[in-house]
Antibody, heavy 118, light 110 residues
Framework: QVQLVQSGAEVKKPGASVKVSCKAS????????ISWVRQAPGQGLEWMGW????????NYAQKLQGRVTMTTDTSTSTAYMELRSLRSDDTAVYYC???????????WGQGTLVTVSS | SYVLTQPPSVSVAPGQTARITCGGN??????VHWYQQKPGQAPVLVVY???DRPSGIPERFSGSNSGNTATLTISRVEAGDEADYYC?????????????FGGGTKLTVL
């Protein structure tokens, strides 16, 4: 069965960076893209970006351009999301999700809470 | 960028029908997808491509899309359907392609 398992919770200070991992199993990793979606406390879902696991092409939300980098390691079927220059409003649960046919998210990771606090 | 508008809340009695709308400019020309999110859990896809259901999703969940409004319909609502629901589209109308979510609708089962 398809599974996306994310790394554990993180606490970071403002200005620091965080890197969250998402290990995929149960399907051919390079056949699908991965998107990252975040959710601030009590708020809705915010799409952050997409990466092709096939060739590494990326597409980032304009709001996060320059602060976010998404990568994949096909040898371990793992996707990564790094967010730099963290601010308090980056505090959120970060989800990875498999992208079906470039249009919707059919499987999601369990989420990773990132807390930014001094 | 493309905007999706959902009502913040919808309330319905058990056994009745809940309808959650998602408004967007000419949304009928796009494919709309719906997610259910219960507290403390990751979202779950409940409807894709306007009206298709993933395996394991009850037939009580259905969708439609026309003009400027897409609708998620939940028939014979149960207490376990209480959750937040989000619509989503893939927008390629600008130079920058985006996946866009609506603001979410909290479904309360009375």
């Amino acid at each position: 069965q398809v599974q996306l398992v994310q790394s554990g919770a993180e606490v970071k200070k403002p200005g620091a960076s965080v890197k969250v991992s998402c290990k995929a199993s149960g399907y051919t990793f390079t056949s699908y893209g991965i998107s990252w979606v975040r959710q601030a406390p009590g708020q809705g879902l915010e799409w952050m970006g997409w990466i092709s696991a096939y060739n590494g092409n990326t597409n980032y939300a304009q709001k996060l351009q320059g602060r976010v980098t998404m990568t994949t390691d096909t040898s371990t079927s793992t996707a990564y999301m790094e967010l730099r220059s963290l601010r308090s409003d980056d505090t959120a649960v970060y989800y990875c999700a498999r992208v079906y046919d470039r249009f919707y998210f059919d499987y999601w990771g369990q989420g990773t809470l990132v807390t930014v606090s001094s | 960028s493309y905007v999706l508008t959902q009502p913040p809340s919808v309330s319905v009695a058990p056994g009745q029908t809940a309808r959650i709308t998602c408004g967007g400019n000419n949304i009928g020309s796009k494919s709309v997808h719906w997610y259910q999110q219960k507290p403390g859990q990751a979202p779950v896809l409940v409807v894709y491509d306007d009206s298709d259901r993933p395996s394991g999703i009850p037939e009580r969940f259905s969708g439609s899309n026309s003009g400027n409004t897409a609708t998620l319909t939940i028939s014979r609502v149960e207490a376990g359907d209480e959750a937040d629901y989000y619509c989503q589209v893939w927008d390629s109308s600008s130079d920058h392609r985006n996946w866009v979510f609506g603001g979410g609708t909290k479904l309360t089962v009375l």
